[in-house]
């Protein structure tokens, strides 16, 4: 899926910043220090994470659609470790926990459901 300016749907988040716009609605940069929430339409999306990202819950994430690529964090570097990184919140939310407070929790995908979004390709790291 592409913007209308063709360029591909993302959103980036890095040092908790906002760096992209998505759809023509002006998402909001955010202070260091605060943790963000995201809500994004019905097709596919690219969500991109760098370290630094502090806490940030995506909502609406379509587990069989969307993808999350996670850059640069150190004890993600595979499959099994990222695997060995998921949690559940209270509310049975799948929470990545990736270290040195930055984590990412996807509000209405389980942890079951996350680890078969990675098996299906749909988690990249580099």
């Known amino acids: 899926m592409a913007l209308a300016n063709g ?6 988040f890095r040092r908790k910043q906002i760096l992209w716009q998505v759809e023509s609605k002006k998402l909001s940069s955010t202070e260091p220090g605060q ?19 502090g806490a940030e819950t995506v909502t609406n994430f379509n587990w069989q659609q969307d993808t999350i690529e996670l850059d640069q964090f150190a004890n993600a570097q595979t499959v099994q470790e990222l695997q060995s990184l998921i949690t559940s919140d209270v509310h049975g939310d799948a929470v990545i926990d990736l270290g040195h407070n930055d984590s990412i929790t996807l509000t209405g995908t389980t942890a079951t459901e996350l680890q078969q979004v990675i098996q ?3 988690v990249l790291l580099h």
């Open 120 to 122: 299906a390709g749909h």
């Open 35 to 53: 943790n963000t929430s995201v809500a994004i339409g019905s097709d596919s999306d690219h969500f991109v994470f760098a370290p630094g990202i």
């Open 7 to 12: 360029m591909p749907r993302a959103l980036v």
